[in-house]
C-alpha cells in the first residue's frame, strides 16, 4: 500500500495537466481582454467617421 502511495505521489501528469489548463485560460483572458478593448476603439472611430458623413 505505500508502494502506491509513493507513486501516487511522485506522479507529476495531473500537476501538467492543470499547467497547461491554466496557461489556456490565462491565453482566453488575454484573448478576450484584448478583442473588447480593440472592439471599443473601432466602435468610436466608426462613429467618428459616420458623424463627419
Known amino acids: 500500500m505505500s508502494k502506491l502511495?509513493?507513486?501516487f505521489?511522485?506522479?507529476?501528469?495531473?500537476?501538467?495537466?492543470i499547467e497547461y489548463g491554466l496557461i489556456a485560460a490565462l491565453v482566453g483572458v488575454a484573448?478576450?481582454?484584448a478583442?473588447?478593448?480593440?472592439?471599443?476603439?473601432?466602435s468610436g472611430t466608426f462613429g467618428n467617421v459616420s458623424a463627419k458623413l
Open 31 to 33: 484573448i478576450i481582454t
Open 9 to 17: 505521489a511522485k506522479d507529476q501528469s495531473g500537476a501538467t495537466a
Open 35 to 42: 478583442v473588447t478593448t480593440l472592439g471599443t476603439k473601432l
Open 5 to 7: 502511495f509513493a507513486r
